[in-house]
């Protein structure tokens, strides 16, 4: 099964919220997170494609782990243990 993420085209209210989580429930799809006009949900291709025909205010889009943070340097480690305070 995928992750995919599911956007409100605008803002919603949370009954609005709500119904959207129950509808894909409903269809058999596990709704890992939910937030303000945004779901995270976790199912099978065909299903997400079911969910999003009846949510047609809401996009999806695959979920992507892709953002990595980056390393400091070397130096501006140093300078951030010099800085800190001593314990």
Same mark, same amino acid.
């Given at each position: ?6 956007? &409100?085209?605008?803002? =919603?209210?949370?009954?609005? +919220?709500?119904? *959207? !989580?129950? /509808?894909?429930?409903?269809?058999? %799809? /596990?709704? +890992?997170?939910?937030?303000?006009? /945004?779901? =995270? +949900?976790? *199912? &099978? ?6 969910? *999003? !025909?009846? =949510?047609?205010?809401? @996009?999806?889009? %695959?979920?992507?782990? &892709?953002? @990595?943070?980056?390393?400091?340097? %070397? &130096?501006? !480690?140093?300078? @951030? ?5 001593? !314990?």
């Amino acid at each position: 099964m995928d992750r995919y993420v599911f956007y &409100a085209k605008e803002s =919603l209210d949370p009954r609005t +919220l709500r119904s *959207a !989580r129950d /509808t894909a429930s409903a269809m058999g %799809v /596990t709704v +890992l997170q939910s937030g303000v006009g /945004t779901m =995270l +949900l976790e *199912a &099978a291709p065909e299903d997400v494609r079911k969910v *999003a !025909r009846a =949510l047609p205010q809401w @996009r999806y889009s %695959v979920e992507r782990r &892709a953002t @990595r943070i980056p390393e400091r340097p %070397v &130096a501006e !480690r140093v300078r @951030r243990a010099a800085a800190a305070p001593a !314990r």
